[in-house]
């Protein structure tokens, strides 16, 4: 790991109630033990390793295809695992068929029973369970409220908007009360707006009932926002699992830094290092970055910095001192986002670096125009060195 | 604007395109309906009217409804077929008959479609449409070579019983043909594919993640089967069960050929009657009736079909 160890080292009692993946002594409540799923000869999901702990909000992200899905549906007894192990709650689920074990899911389509009403989808897993006609009535209208669907009760799913469908997807699966849910795309079908306002709705869900949540997304944005940890995916394999801000600030890769958020990725070698510092030239760059902690590496070797546009100054006269972490070149394209402007900058080595500036005060006329000569210039600690 | 162009400057294209536009919808919709009036409500007429009429040994064998008086026209309506048809026993056991064999081969038909296409909607692509062709290739041969094909299975001297006589199970062969089981399985293999087709396109249809859910909510599979697949798929268990019950009720070449003599159905007593005893009225009287009979049924399923379709827009 390149995080550096004060941001690990801050275990003391309050993290680990909080942060249980940050004590040791921790016991995980969901745990993948070299998981692997082959369709065929195709590896679905690769020797996959991973621990959620009780309460979380743990997100899968991942592009299109990487096997977030298959991962979930693990979980939740539709496949089993070609080898390796999977617990919940210390037992072994292998040959656990689904319908005994203490998950549920929230299907990406919802697969709401389209012949039942609302309160007939919501009470049926209590009815498999042979509840009391009496506590099932009052478990399902509580669940109705939680998720504000107390108008709907007699509906059936067919005249019922998307989010609505969604709220009821969600107390169908909530209402067993189960150990694990299980969320895949939960918020897919809903348009830009209301999947916004429903990822909050969700988060309030989660904390008042306690129960883990893990999801699956292939929205950054949407993962940053609801989840407690995160596991990046990549073609089967978890590339990096930690916190939102662990995972924006300190990226194992360039496909980490790529996929949360937006980076420039600059390719150069190792040319100075020591306990308290580091020096890469980047031809690419067109200039020496200067880190300010050691990096895992021997000289000569290749690494990749990779800087934020939000965290990148544009200027028009070159910075005090040019030594280090300063970059001229033109600028290539501007785009007025109202807020915050972007800007495309070509270096000499023909590199296009990406610049965001907020707009916190008004100006007469905009700072940079088209082809004007600009310098780059970042902070020691800005940039974040990446091995692969 | 092209609607304020005078007629006269139009090309015989657009005045062709400006009519089709206004009265293509007409067209399109008026072809089937010339098509059931002449090939199905003139035939019918024809044969409603000969059932108010009486047998006469004239050409053709049946009196005239209507006379010319002075007067006028009078039109004399014999209700006598119909009568004749309550005071004689043997028509309402064989309508009864019948509707009952129609009724047992199709809850045989069904219990052994519903499998199969269920088979075939959860098999993978490719080996889904080999399935399916092999449910639709009998339709290639002749209905009437296939139920002969039976003949030649279950007859004294079939392949059954030169089997089971080759292998000694049995020392006396067995009387197969001629029976009502006969009829049964003649009905129940030419009509399975009227089941397993519809019953086949709405299990596909059906959300494979629904049975999920289900299982996922702590169904064991049978109850997953009960709750979610078996009500989903009632409108193609009930498309299949009228496509196979309508047409065995009046069926006459399968119990002609593999019934005896005392399979009495409705399609034999028509036949006997127009062929045998050239009675035209009292057989155009049996196929009305029977006519009444389906009608019922067919209003009921077009009834139930159009309220599935409403609920589903
Ligand atoms: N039942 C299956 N049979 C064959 N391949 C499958 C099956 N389920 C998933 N896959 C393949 O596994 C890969 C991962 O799928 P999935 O887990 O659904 O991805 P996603 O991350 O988009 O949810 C995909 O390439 C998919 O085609
Ligand atoms: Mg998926």
């Known amino acids: 790991m390149l995080v ?89 689920m292998a040959g656990v068929p689904a319908y005994e074990r203490p998950t549920n899911m929230m299907f990406q389509s919802y697969a709401l029973f389209p012949h039942m009403n609302v309160e007939q989808n919501v009470a049926f897993g209590l009815h498999q369970d042979g509840l009391p006609k009496s506590e099932i009535r009052t478990l399902v209208s509580d669940m109705l409220a939680l998720v504000q669907m107390t108008k709907f009760t007699k509906r059936k799913p067919h005249q019922l908007s998307g989010g609505q469908r969604q709220r009821v997807a969600l107390a169908r699966s909530l209402v067993k009360n189960p150990k694990v849910l299980l969320l895949d795309e939960p918020l897919g079908a809903l348009d830009k707006k209301l999947r916004e306002q429903t990822q909050f709705e969700l988060v309030n869900i989660q904390e008042k009932v306690g129960t883990t949540f893990v999801m699956v997304t292939h929205d950054q944005e949407e993962a940053m926002t609801m989840a407690s940890r995160i596991a990046v995916m990549n073609e089967g394999v978890i590339n990096q699992t930690g916190t939102p801000f662990e995972l924006y600030e300190y990226p194992n890769s360039r496909y980490t830094a790529n996929f949360l958020g937006q980076v420039n990725l600059v390719e150069g070698v190792l040319i100075d290092d020591d306990e308290k510092y580091a020096v890469i030239k980047s031809d690419e760059g067109g200039c020496e970055i200067y880190i300010d902690h050691a990096v895992q590496g021997h000289r000569g070797m290749t690494f990749w910095a990779a800087l934020r546009p939000e965290r990148l100054r544009l200027t028009k006269e070159p910075p005090e001192d040019t030594k280090y972490n300063c970059v001229s070149g033109k600028v290539e394209e501007i785009g007025y986002l109202g807020g915050i402007s972007t800007y495309h900058v070509r270096l000499a080595s023909g590199k296009r670096i990406k610049v965001t500036e907020p707009n916190s005060t008004r100006q007469i006329e905009p700072r940079y125009t088209w082809e004007d000569p600009v310098w780059v210039s970042w902070e020691a600690g800005a940039a974040s060195v990446l091995n692969k | 604007m092209t609607s304020d162009t005078p007629e006269k400057s139009l090309s015989l294209k657009q005045r062709f395109d400006r009519w089709m536009i206004k009265h293509g919808r007409v067209l399109v919709i008026g072809i089937p309906y010339i098509w059931l009036f002449l090939f199905f409500l003139v035939p019918f007429l024809i044969v409603l009217k000969i059932s108010f009429a009486m047998a006469e040994y004239a050409q053709p064998p049946y009196s005239s409804l209507f006379d010319w008086i002075e007067e006028g026209v009078t039109v004399t309506l014999n209700f006598g077929n119909y009568l004749f048809l309550l005071s004689d026993s043997l028509y309402a056991t064989a309508y009864l008959n019948s509707i009952r064999i129609a009724a047992i081969s199709t809850v045989i038909t069904l219990l052994i479609g519903y499998p199969m296409a269920y088979g075939i909607a959860r098999a993978r692509g490719s080996v889904r449409s080999i399935l399916l062709m092999l449910v639709i290739l009998p339709f290639w041969t002749s209905f009437l070579i296939r139920v002969y094909a039976w003949i030649g299975i279950l007859d004294r001297e079939g392949l059954i019983n030169a089997f089971l006589l080759w292998t000694g199970i049995i020392t006396e062969p067995l009387i197969m043909r001629q029976t009502e089981g006969a009829v049964f399985v003649g009905i129940v293999y030419t009509y399975l594919p009227f089941m397993i087709l519809p019953l086949y396109s709405t299990l596909e249809k059906m959300d494979v993640s629904l049975i999920e859910a289900a299982l996922d909510l702590g169904c064991k599979p049978w109850k997953a089967f009960l709750k979610v697949t078996l009500p989903l798929s009632m409108p193609g268990v009930l498309a299949g069960s009228l496509l196979v019950f309508i047409p065995s009720v009046g069926e006459f070449v399968i119990p002609e050929l593999l019934g005896g003599p005392n399979t009495l159905m409705i399609g034999r007593t028509l036949w006997n009657e127009f062929f045998a005893n050239r009675d035209w009225p009292i057989a155009s009287a049996v196929a009305i009736a029977m006519l009444v009979f389906l009608v019922v049924p067919i209003m009921w399923f077009q009834h139930t079909q159009s309220k599935q379709e409403e609920r589903q827009s």
């Open chain 1, 4 to 92: 550096p160890e004060a941001v690990l080292d801050r275990a003391h009692e309050d993290v680990h109630k909080t942060q249980p993946w940050n004590n040791p002594d921790a016991v995980p409540y969901i745990r993948f033990e070299n998981v692997t799923k082959k369709f065929g000869d195709f590896y679905a999901v690769d020797d996959v390793s991973l621990d959620i702990y009780r309460h979380e909000l743990f997100a899968l992200l991942g592009g299109s295809g990487c096997g977030k899905t298959t991962l979930l549906r693990m979980l939740a007894g539709f496949e089993e695992p070609t080898s390796g192990k999977i617990y919940i709650d210390g037992v072994n």
